[in-house]
């Protein structure tokens, strides 16, 4: 079974700054992808950024984007540039590289961004 | 991008009753819908998979009796939740895979339906 482990419950940063969130995982699988998930207050899941496990190169989304540590089993999320608007809940996520596979979700960061 | 829409988006029933959150995708098909509960400041936990024509799969733990899943159509999942308790009061989520999206299977998140039992 695949687990999605985040260490970091709550997190703050100054607008403009910017910030790291962390997430280990652990799998036996070589193919699967990896997301990172927002949750804003109006408790819609966003999807932010998503990494093919296949690939060297790490996922950019504007001002997101992740470092993939495959060996390490790591994935964590930078935020550059922080906004009011990026406070949420981010959650980690895994999900195996087979057709109609589940999302395997982290406990999630609390992310707060201050003026 | 894909929408998937949950009604109803809040819910108060009183103990003993049952009710029913619909989940549709509204622009593609979903072969594959997904059920989850959340807590407040929790994670979400997979109720279970629910596959259009065939019974859904339950996680473990979950009483597939007290949450009833229906996959009628391409483009409609429902979770009726019967004889409902105050402990059965979440934060219900249902997400949708886009059948035609090919090998990587994308999950879009309806809005959540809020369930409160008396």
């Known amino acids: 079974a695949q687990t999605v482990t985040q260490s970091q419950p709550e997190m703050s940063v100054q607008e403009a700054e910017t910030v790291t969130l962390s997430c280990t995982y652990d799998t036996s699988e070589s193919n699967y992808y990896l997301f990172w998930y927002k949750q804003p207050p109006s408790r819609q899941m966003i999807l932010v950024i998503r990494?093919?496990?296949?690939?060297?190169q790490n996922a950019t989304e504007n001002r997101f984007s992740v470092n993939f540590q495959k060996a390490a089993k790591s994935f964590s999320l930078k935020i550059s540039d922080s906004q009011l608007g990026d406070t949420a809940m981010y959650f980690c996520a895994f999900m195996r590289g087979t057709s109609g596979s589940r999302l395997t979700f982290g406990e999630g960061t609390q992310l707060t961004v201050n003026p | 991008g894909a929408v998937v829409s949950q009604h109803p988006s809040r819910v108060i029933c009183k103990s003993g009753t049952s009710v029913k959150i619909e989940c549709r995708s509204l622009?593609?098909?979903?072969?594959?819908m997904f059920w989850y509960r959340q807590f407040p400041k929790k994670s979400l936990m997979l109720m279970a998979t629910?596959?259009?024509?065939?019974?859904?799969?339950?996680e473990q733990g979950v009483e597939k009796d007290k949450f009833l899943i229906n996959h009628a159509s391409l483009t409609l999942s429902t979770l009726t939740v019967t004889s409902a308790h105050p402990e059965d009061s979440s934060f219900y989520i249902c997400?949708?895979?886009?059948?035609?999206?090919?090998?990587?299977?994308?999950?879009?998140f309806g809005p959540g339906t809020r369930l409160t039992v008396l």
């Open positions: 997400s949708a895979r886009d059948s035609a999206s090919g090998y990587y299977n994308e999950q879009f």
């Open positions: 990494q093919e496990a296949y690939k060297q």
């Open positions: 629910s596959n259009e024509g065939s019974k859904a799969t339950y």
């Open positions: 622009d593609f098909q979903a072969t594959t």
